[in-house]
Structure formats: C-alpha cells, structure tokens
C-alpha cells in the first residue's frame, strides 16, 4: 500500500516548456487534489476532483490543466510554464475530511 | 471566500515546555478545522482535528481549542520533544471535498 505516489520528486524547467506531474492512490479514494506551496503562504488549492471525469477549480487554477480519467490518477498539467509557477506541488487523495499528501514535486522554472 | 492566519510564524521552545500555535478562520459556515505536521522534505500529515461542534479534543501530548463565537482555534503541544520540530500548517473546511483553506505555517523549533 503506497498512499499517495507523486513523480517526479524535481523538475526544473525552462519558461513556455509544458509538462505533467503525476499523482497516483492506491486507497481507492474518490476525492483528490493538488495545492502547492510557497513561503509564508501556506499550501493554495489548484485543482480537485470528486471522482472519475469530475474536476473542478481551486483557488489558484490559471496555468493549470487536470483531468480524471481513472479513480487512481490525478495529473496536473503546466501548459506553458512560467517563473511564477515555481513551487512544491503536493496531491492530496482524501478519505472522508482526512487529506493523505504525497512527498511533493520540487519544480523549478527558469 | 475563507481566509485563515496563523501566528506565530515562528516559534522556538526549549524541550519540555508547551507551545501554542494560534489561528483564526473568516468564514463561519466553516465546520472542520484540521491541524497539519509537515517535516522536511516530506508530505504535510494531519495530527489532530476537530469539528464546529466540539470545544476542545486532546490526543497524548496534542490539544486542540476552537472557539466558533470568536473564529478561532489553536493547537497546544505540551512537553515538547526535538521530534516536535517541524512546520505546523492550521487549515479550514466547509465540505469534505478535499477544499481547505490553509494558514501560512508555523515553524516549530524545540531546542534540547
């Protein structure tokens, strides 16, 4: 039982490359979401899902695409990347109110 | 929408005393307030939570206190440990869809 498996653990990227970053449970969970974080501001909701070809928009959506095609999987897309986007990415799958995270995506745009 | 602060940002203890991280939450159609342990280089992991219908609930050495009259809740960790260094993030929750609003974190220091 792995939880919550996000890849990769780093990414640097160059401004305008596009890229996905992969989430995955094995908990059978039908909530997922991605936030990321930043100093002094805390983890910000992206995007989130309530099940299979059902997404909708977080807080800070704007450069971010996802889809759901499977319970499992949740990627999250950066289309054309910017400097502003560099962060940690954390999915989260969620079992009743309880959010299990993944170990994070360093991602750094350059 | 909801809005969470959280203080201190910082905090530092000597081994053995308490610590007590505060926050205070905007929206009162909130009604579940977790508390998350975040260590280096790894994913946050929820240490304690409580409900809106619930004043107080402890778990070993963690306490947690909401206040729904005033908006607000905080974390008490007593006879802390060096293993209670980490960054502690409040959070708040209207539904159980995996949406919470954050608090910026605190930084946890316990010196031995």
């Known amino acids: 039982n792995a939880g919550v498996t996000q890849t990769p653990k780093f990414q640097v990227l160059k401004t305008g490359q596009s890229m996905t970053l992969q989430c995955a449970q094995d908990m059978n969970h039908e909530y997922m979401s991605w936030y990321r974080q930043d100093p002094g501001m805390g983890l910000r909701l992206i995007h989130y899902?309530?099940?299979?070809?059902?997404?909708d928009q977080g807080e800070v959506p704007n450069g971010y695409n996802v889809s759901r095609s499977t319970t499992e999987d949740f990627p999250l897309r950066l289309l054309s990347a910017a400097p502003s986007q560099t962060s940690v990415y954390f999915c989260?799958?969620?079992?009743?109110?309880?959010?299990?995270f993944g170990q994070g995506t360093r991602l750094t745009v350059v | 929408g909801e809005n969470v602060e959280q203080h201190p940002s910082t905090l530092s203890v000597q081994e053995g005393d308490s610590a007590v991280i505060k926050c205070t939450y905007s929206d009162s159609a909130s009604n579940y307030f977790p508390w998350y342990k975040q260590e280096l280089g790894k994913g946050p992991q929820l240490i304690i939570d409580?409900?809106?219908?619930?004043g107080e609930k402890k778990d070993q050495r963690i306490a947690v206190t909401l206040n729904k009259t005033a908006k607000h809740f905080s974390l008490h960790i007593t006879e802390t440990q060096p293993e209670d260094s980490a960054v502690y993030f409040c959070a708040a929750s209207m539904s159980s869809w995996g949406k919470f609003q954050f608090g910026a974190g605190t930084q946890v220091v316990v010196t031995p």
């Open positions: 899902s309530v099940g299979a070809g059902i997404t």
């Open positions: 989260a799958s969620i079992r009743d109110t309880e959010a299990f």
């Open positions: 409580i409900r809106s219908n619930v």
